[in-house]
């Protein structure tokens, strides 16, 4: 498996992997039809946002992360990993990978707006809940807002305290 920026051809590849990661947590389809807007990868964000996959020897994507840099301030836009590789360490390569890149790029903090089932994976990972915000998909439901300090790039994150 390699870690490498994605390419123009796979946003919608990206987009259906997204969707199918997020029904790993048995949401329902209403709920994935009102996610999905907010799942797309459209090309202007791969323009706009760092995006990074998880590419197995043939090519096949098993996973992927977008983080937002501005100034010191980074955002984890998406970390998604097919639903049969969950659980081998594709997420926490591709966790590595944003902290690494954010940092290279100055960000020091990372926020996260988490699924509510992932909270304790990112905590598990040095995030910190630091509030909650506002789904961006279903009116009135709020996420767990968390975050990570940054450290040098090639450091693992520190916690937030």
């Known amino acids: 498996m390699i870690i ?8 919608d590849r990206l987009s259906d992997l997204a969707l199918r990661s997020k029904a790993h947590w048995g949401y329902d389809k209403d709920f994935l039809d ?6 797309t990868v459209t090309t202007d964000r791969m323009q706009t946002e760092t995006m990074l996959v998880a590419r197995g020897p043939g090519g096949e994507i098993a996973g992927f992360v977008s983080i937002a840099v501005e100034g010191t301030d980074a955002e984890l836009m998406d970390l998604f990993v097919e639903p049969d590789h969950i659980g081998r ?5 591709l966790w590595r ?11 020091q903090r990372m926020t996260i707006e988490a699924d509510p089932h992932a909270e304790p994976w990112y905590v598990a990972r040095g995030a910190v809940r630091i509030g909650e915000a506002p789904s961006g998909s279903i009116a009135g439901r ?11 790039p090639d450091a693992p994150p520190r916690r937030v305290e």
């Open 34 to 39: 009102a996610c999905r807007d907010e799942l």
């Open 89 to 93: 360490g594709i997420g926490v390569a």
């Open 142 to 152: 709020m996420l767990p807002l968390l975050a990570v300090e940054l450290t040098p």
């Open 4 to 11: 490498e920026p994605t390419r123009h051809e796979d946003s």
């Open 97 to 107: 990978a944003a902290c690494s890149r954010a940092a290279a790029a100055g960000a």
